[in-house]
């Protein structure tokens, strides 16, 4: 018999409430093999709870948070109280693309010619050890094609397939952030100052699907926004962008800082 894997204590779970109790309301885990546990009355709510089905129904899905795991009973303890409305929406949005990204995997598996059960093996547990999931590793396959999945050793054939599928099925959503670019020049030449500045800004090499652009606000402000295709990038092209700016301000005898805005 294959040994029952259960969550740690204070992992984030998604599950199925399957029936509702006058003390709470029994759950199964549906990653972990749909494993029960139990919410108590007690763990539903900050406030007093008059009607449990105000709070949870049968046939819902949500996120609980484990409070305590009996391996040898298998008795699992939830809260629903204990999970904020980021933890939720945050785990829930890991939980559908991992589940899209194991339905699209078996269709390339399909189309491959290979069993599920190779393609995990082969393509999957790869895209999980080196970009976290399998959904972020076709992510990556998207932005920066095959390459990305020849580089972890996916065979050439396989992953001209594979891409070719989530190039189709996945959408890539950019991130914007920006502020303001506050650039001074006294000199004769501070227009072409300006433009060496704004020039230095944009002008290096940048990973695919990723724009800079700069316009006036009203001198000496200017505004400045990146887009990426997530938060971490265009974190980096930002501090890179306007400290290449300021720099070459500064340089030449002006003055420069940067101011983050929505």
Same mark, same amino acid.
């Given at each position: 018999?294959?040994?029952? #894997?259960?969550?740690?204590? @204070?992992?984030?779970?998604? #599950?199925?409430?399957?029936?509702?109790?006058?003390?709470?309301?029994?759950?199964?885990?549906?990653?972990?093999?749909?494993? &029960?546990?139990?919410?108590?009355?007690?763990?539903?709510?900050?406030?007093?709870?008059?009607?449990?089905?105000?709070?949870?129904?049968?046939?819902?899905?949500?996120?609980?948070?484990?409070?305590?795991? +009996?391996?040898?009973?298998?008795?699992?303890?939830?809260?629903?109280?204990?999970?904020?409305?980021?933890?939720?929406?945050?785990?829930?949005?890991?939980?559908?693309?991992?589940?899209?990204?194991?339905?699209?995997?078996?269709?390339?598996?399909?189309?491959?010619?290979?069993?599920?059960?190779?393609?995990?093996?082969?393509?999957?547990?790869?895209?999980?050890?080196?970009?976290?999931?399998?959904?972020?590793?076709? &992510?990556?396959?998207?932005?920066?094609?095959? +390459?990305?999945?020849? $580089?972890? +050793?996916?065979?050439? $054939? @396989?992953?001209?397939?594979?891409?070719?599928?989530?190039?189709?099925?996945?959408?890539?959503?950019?991130?914007?952030?920006?502020?303001?670019?506050?650039?001074?020049?006294?000199?004769? +030449?501070?227009?072409?100052?300006?433009?060496?500045?704004?020039?230095?800004?944009?002008?290096?090499? $940048?990973?695919?699907?990723?724009?800079?652009?700069?316009?006036?606000?009203?001198?000496?402000?200017?505004?400045?926004?990146?887009?990426?295709?997530?938060?971490?990038?265009?974190?980096?092209?930002?501090? $890179?962008?306007?400290?290449?700016?300021?720099?070459?301000?500064?340089?030449?005898?002006?003055?420069?800082?940067?101011?983050?805005?929505?």
């Amino acid at each position: 018999m294959d040994e029952i #894997v259960l969550p740690e204590p @204070w992992e984030l779970v998604v #599950v199925t409430i399957t029936r509702v109790v006058p003390y709470g309301s029994y759950v199964t885990l549906d990653e972990y093999n749909d494993v &029960e546990g139990l919410l108590h009355i007690s763990e539903l709510s900050t406030r007093w709870v008059k009607n449990i089905k105000d709070h949870v129904r049968e046939g819902q899905k949500t996120v609980l948070k484990v409070l305590r795991v +009996d391996p040898n009973k298998l008795h699992i303890d939830v809260s629903l109280r204990r999970v904020s409305d980021m933890e939720r929406k945050k785990k829930l949005l890991q939980w559908k693309q991992e589940n899209r990204g194991k339905k699209l995997l078996d269709t390339a598996a399909e189309s491959i010619g290979i069993s599920s059960d190779e393609a995990y093996e082969k393509i999957g547990i790869p895209l999980e050890d080196h970009f976290g999931s399998i959904y972020l590793g076709m &992510e990556q396959a998207v932005i920066l094609g095959e +390459d990305a999945l020849i $580089k972890i +050793d996916v065979p050439r $054939k @396989w992953a001209t397939v594979l891409t070719q599928l989530v190039k189709r099925k996945i959408s890539i959503p950019q991130v914007k952030i920006g502020g303001i670019l506050e650039l001074k020049s006294n000199k004769p +030449d501070g227009i072409s100052l300006l433009k060496k500045a704004f020039a230095k800004a944009k002008s290096f090499k $940048k990973p695919k699907n990723t724009e800079i652009q700069i316009y006036v606000t009203g001198a000496p402000k200017y505004r400045i926004d990146v887009f990426a295709n997530n938060y971490k990038i265009a974190e980096a092209l930002l501090e $890179k962008a306007t400290k290449r700016a300021v720099k070459i301000m500064e340089d030449n005898g002006g003055e420069g800082k940067f101011i983050r805005k929505p």
